[in-house]
């Protein structure tokens, strides 16, 4: 067992983790592990949304372009597509896009045929909306885990590496314990999100800056290899808890510091769904996540039913988790949006 | 808002809080606050064991007998009484006397009446046995939560005061965060615990050292006043959930460090079941609890059920809870076992 914070990022502590250095957890668990070159990771959301059967086409057509862009030799080393229908009725389809180096996805944005499509006037008038959320986390302020370590997901893709298993998880406070950063720092959050170009409005580019220490969370689920009494436990037990907790976040998450929601379903190239979903959402700090998940009647029903769950099925699940969790700094952050509506990502709550 | 440790008791940090200075908790709870003058309380378990019917009235003799010594000038401030059938068929009524100075308590345990009672051999061979376990923890060393400011249990009674509502309570840690060592000190667990006199087996008396840090919590509920949909949550969805924890603590408690654990129901003067109830259990750490307090899916279910009662009835809730949670240093701990079986309180587990 070995902690969840890679040798390279231990630094002298002032800050304690939750558990005693004898905490041994009731399973496993494994984080993603990168090359020690690697210092920073790009992790990208690409949206396409739409509204209506009648734009369905040319939304997939536009989605189908952005991952045709992602071939290049500077573009993503992994990406997945997702799809979900937000609270005010539109589709929005994501292509989701990691890099290990920040140096090449600052190469993939500026080649002209990505830069032109993007700045051109033409995505404001479409009829479509577009955006991209881009999170370049340092590695110091991002974590993984994972409940299997023979598959990774998102950017355990591309850092290519899984630890052995880590000893900081399965109990409140370790997803905090896990990030490098929490070492030595509590990861309060200051200022507010900005608007830094446009007004938060359908027909506008607009881009938002966010603010120090904005929490984002991927986490995800797939089922496609659960059988019998485990499928049934997932599909009838879990989700729809999980998906109640999901749509208290997407409707009244901001009262509570959730910028924006979205339980996204993966699709394939051709657009219809695989057995796998995630919550994407972004918060104004990594405290406000903690509380709510600690808190929220939902989240604690996920979370007990879980710990019901693998300890009935003695700890062999098929079923497959994973999440990963980024504190970022402004210059770590970059959100941009075309003809959204506005309560699209991190405008919702801004003033038109 | 105040802080759960009471200003005379905060000194510099060198072990920071879970949650961030702008926490406010979702609903409002409360903390027992003693004079200045208190630095340290007495927490006395005064046990009787007994099994089948025809020992009952000597047992029930017995106990009566320790509550009119109760009545003595230097006796405890608050009592209650309180029964349960262990996990090998014995009852124990238990006496739980609170006293606010120790020294007043010494006095009370030397007077002749009392201690000439204690130390005579008849006590081993009455057919019956008897149990004294002595917590005394320093004020630092311990904190109360209630869910009503209006009426004290336990130690609170004797503490005499109520704090505002405080902030540290809603999340998990948040007990650890409530106790004023916190602050400077993990609690880590140290030692073992010892037999400082007799064997620990029937027709003996033992006399049991504990260790550094062992954990203790009195966690109890009263649902007398509750009616309609709120009585028959508590009776049907959380009081059945609530035993199973108990149970689990009670028969698989040691292999995750809880030495002792009693789900106990108050009775009255004549041994008539009150609408109280409580938990009684022993810890190595405070670490051990919060980890089954946190993983074990019936105790997250208390949590969550909780968490769903209190904003499903708006917080206006009838049902009382509170609790009272120690962590004892060696010179605070004194168990004392008079013809009781070996898996009695902090026998349980020790090699006979």
Redesign the interface.
């Known amino acids: 067992m070995e902690s969840a914070i890679a040798e390279h990022l231990k630094c002298p502590r002032t800050?304690?983790r939750?558990?005693?250095d004898d905490?041994a957890p009731?399973y496993p668990a494994w984080s993603a592990r990168a090359p020690q070159a690697i210092g920073q990771v790009v992790m990208g959301f690409f949206g396409v949304q739409s509204r209506g059967r009648e734009l369905h086409g040319r939304a997939c057509a536009a989605l189908m372009n952005i991952v045709r862009g992602f071939a290049s030799p500077d573009g993503p080393g992994h990406h997945d597509l997702a799809h979900h229908v937000d609270a005010d009725g539109y589709d929005n389809m994501v292509a989701i896009a990691y890099w290990d180096d920040p140096a090449r996805f600052e190469r993939w944005c500026a080649a002209p045929d990505i830069d032109d499509w993007w700045r051109s006037d033409e995505r404001v008038t479409e009829g479509i909306g577009y955006f991209r959320e881009i999170a370049m986390p340092r590695v110091e302020h991002y974590e993984t885990l994972f409940n299997t370590p023979d598959r990774a997901e998102g950017v355990g893709v591309v850092m290519g590496g899984m630890s052995t298993d880590i000893q900081e998880h399965?109990?409140?406070?370790s997803m905090r314990d896990r990030i490098p950063l929490s070492q030595t720092d509590?990861m309060?959050p200051t200022g507010t999100r900005t608007v830094l170009g446009g007004r938060p409005a359908p027909g506008q580019r607009v881009r938002i800056g966010g603010h120090e220490n904005v929490a984002m969370i991927r986490s995800g689920q797939e089922w496609t290899e659960t059988q019998g009494q485990e499928r049934t436990l997932y599909l009838e037990d879990m989700e729809p808890v999980l998906r109640e907790g999901m749509d208290f976040l997407r409707d009244q998450g901001l009262g509570i510091g959730c910028y924006s929601n979205r339980y996204m379903q993966h699709i394939d190239a051709g657009g219809e769904p695989l057995q796998k979903s995630f919550g994407l959402s972004f918060w104004r700090?990594l405290?406000d996540m903690?509380?709510w998940a600690?808190?929220?009647?939902t989240h604690?029903?996920i979370?007990?039913?879980f710990?019901?769950y693998v300890?009935a099925l003695n700890f062999q699940l098929q079923l497959r988790v994973y999440h990963e969790v980024s504190v970022l700094k402004p210059d770590e952050q970059r959100y941009e949006y075309i003809n959204c509506h506005p309560r699209t990502g991190l405008l919702n709550g801004l003033p038109a």
């Open positions: 800050r304690h939750r558990i005693e905490y009731p399965a109990y409140w406070g509590a309060t700090s405290a903690e509380r600690e808190s929220h009647p604690v029903a979370f007990g039913s710990m019901r300890q």
